[in-house]
T-cell receptor, first 116, second 115 residues
Framework: GAVVSQHPSRVICKSGTSVKIECRSL??????MFWYRQFPKQSLMLMAT?????????EQGVEKDKFLINHASLTLSTLTVTSAHPEDSSFYIC????????????FGPGTRLTVT | GNSVTQMEGPVTLSEEAFLTINCTYT??????LFWYVQYPGEGLQLLLK?????DKGSNKGFEATYRKETTSFHLEKGSVQVSDSAVYFC??????????????FGKGTHLIIQP
């Protein structure tokens, strides 16, 4: 149980285009989902917290107009990287919190974004 | 702000050796502490957790004790196996901080176990 999927697993796009990444909780309801970014050999950095039915809360330094987050249902959150640039190339990871187990987050396998 | 510091890797050990990966933290309030493991090509998995001082988390032979006086949560295992080779992340969740309660991670420690 407690499986989180991400799609796509990797994507290559051209500079200036937008890319949408989906995060789904497959067997539980997630009132809260989190989006992280991981640079090579670095830690995961929290980008934003996504609550179902409300606006996302962004961490300091994260551009909310560039990283659009939508959490329209209890099993799906999306991250859209708008007008992507090479510096946005990174590994994006989502996690979901099962409302019945508040101390635990279940992580997706991540999405590798490469902007050329 | 919150921060987690863990020993840099890679850490290379022989099979059946004793493992310690150090982790210290800085946080406001009373955080929960976690160890996550990332096997090659896979997503992060929760290894163990502790939600209050003096709690000991344990799983798969790994242990870590929440030490408030030293702000530490060191990961230990008495006898490692080749299959333990992975990247280990120490993390905290500051429940009392308000706002987002996403995790604050350390940089990760790459553990390599040689047969």
């Amino acid at each position: 149980g407690a499986v989180v999927s991400q799609h796509p697993s990797r994507v290559i796009c051209k500079s200036g285009t937008s890319v949408k990444i989906e995060c789904r909780s497959l067997d539980f309801q997630a009132t809260t989902m989190f989006w992280y970014r991981q640079f090579p050999k670095q830690s995961l950095m929290l980008m934003a917290t996504s609550n179902e039915g409300s606006k996302a809360t962004y961490e300091q330094g994260v551009e909310k107009d560039k990283f659009l987050i939508n959490h329209a249902s209890l099993t799906l959150s999306t991250l859209t990287v708008t007008s992507a640039h090479p510096e946005d190339s990174s590994f994006y990871i989502c996690s979901a919190r099962d409302w019945g187990a508040p101390y635990e987050q279940y992580f997706g396998p991540g999405t590798r974004l490469t902007v050329t | 702000g919150n921060s987690v510091t863990q020993m840099e890797g890679p850490v290379t050990l022989s099979e059946e050796a004793f493992l310690t990966i150090n982790c210290t933290y800085t946080a406001t309030g009373y955080p929960s502490l976690f160890w996550y493991v990332q096997y090659p090509g896979e997503g992060l998995q929760l290894l163990l957790k502790a939600t209050k001082a003096d709690d000991k988390g344990s799983n798969k032979g790994f242990e870590a004790t929440y030490r408030k006086e030293t702000t530490s949560f060191h990961l230990e295992k008495g006898s490692v196996q080749v299959s333990d080779s992975a990247v280990y992340f120490c993390a905290l969740s500051d429940k009392s901080g308000g706002g987002a309660d996403g995790l604050t991670f350390g940089k990760g420690t790459h553990l390599i176990i040689q047969p």
